[in-house]
């Protein structure tokens, strides 16, 4: 009886100090992601808690799309990315509500205040300039205004807003701080916008900043982390610009989707991505951690101090967000 007793104690000593790295099984993920992210936080997960992940990378809105139509029979267990308030509005039904531990930790402005999804990093908006490209025109592109130049004419790379995560972030700042998202000369502004693109649009976000460091584009508007990438593997034929009429960062988030197969692991992955280990790592990528206590260490990131920071309306735009596009569609359908 006494031989039974240890045991069990033991055994029950085992299970307490167990880590969470062998919670095992498997993960299905669908991500508009980069690879910095995904290298940096998706696969390290994977092997800390030896969970086989199964990733199908693509844009945002491709992503909300596949979730719909697999909403009978989910194939995926998390969203990676792309979740913010538009799509949460838009059809938290795919979604599966859960708080990650660590929520309460965070500055309140990004906490998971819906019930829904987890802010894990902070995603700017700017320009990126292929400087062989602008050298030659014999311009300087500092900000929104100078896309209008007539020498950018058919030049400048943009992803649509309407499909893809980032062109929207960017259509949101623009509105903002060229006069506000109601103001006539802000859509001015974007009509102007329009035609200097010459009815082109890129196939999604990777090829605007890709279109740009191959010098198909002078230009692209772009967000960080692929863009500040190119530095830190080198390229020497791009700049980062934040445009000197203002610059937002949203937060990015990921939720579980309703219904998967792998819930626990799905939930396990929300709470590594804000658990501390997690936020150390996004420190030193190429993108900025929603913890503040984590100062970034990649040397290729401009200081907030030199930036003209805007602050966006997130539930203003998430509310107006299907109006907001049918203005954009209207105006590239009156242009093209």
Do not use: H
């Amino acid at each position: 009886m006494k031989v039974v007793s240890k045991i069990t104690v033991a055994a029950l000593i085992l299970l307490m100090m167990a880590p969470l790295a062998f919670a095992a099984g498997n993960l299905v993920v669908y991500s508009p992601n980069s690879d910095g992210e995904i290298q940096g936080i998706l696969y390290p997960f994977g092997e800390k808690y030896n969970i086989k992940i199964s990733l199908q990378s693509m844009g945002t809105g491709e992503c909300v799309s596949k979730i719909t139509a697999e909403k009978a029979n989910p194939q995926a267990d998390v969203m990676f990315g792309g979740v913010n308030m538009g799509v949460y509005l838009g059809g938290k039904d795919l979604f599966q509500q859960y708080v990650a531990k660590g929520n309460d930790t965070l500055p309140a402005g990004y906490r998971n205040t819906t019930g829904f999804f987890t802010n894990y990093l902070l995603s700017g908006s700017n320009l990126l300039v292929n400087t062989d490209l602008e050298k030659k025109l014999g311009i300087t592109i500092s900000g929104y205004a100078d896309l209008l130049n007539p020498a950018l004419k058919g030049k400048i790379a943009s992803a649509d807003p309407v499909a893809s995560s980032s062109a929207w972030a960017q259509l949101c700042n623009i509105l903002l701080v060229m006069g506000g998202y109601d103001d006539p000369k802000a859509w001015t502004y974007v009509e102007s916008l329009i035609k200097q693109l010459s009815g082109k649009l890129t196939s999604g976000s990777s090829a605007v900043y890709k279109g740009v460091y191959q010098g198909e584009y002078v230009v692209g508007l772009t967000y960080e982390d692929p863009s500040v990438a190119l530095l830190a593997d080198g390229a020497t034929n791009v700049r980062v610009v934040y445009p000197k009429e203002g610059a937002v960062w949203l937060p990015a988030a990921s939720a579980v989707v309703a219904g998967c197969k792998n819930v626990d692991n799905a939930k396990l992955f929300m709470d590594y991505i804000i658990s501390d280990d997690c936020q150390k790592v996004i420190a030193g990528l190429t993108n900025r951690p929603v913890n503040p206590k984590f100062p970034n260490t990649n040397k290729y990131l401009q200081a907030f101090s030199s930036i003209k920071v805007a602050y966006e309306d997130i539930l203003y735009t998430a509310t107006n967000k299907k109006a907001i596009q049918k203005k954009w569609s209207d105006l590239w359908a009156k242009s093209n």
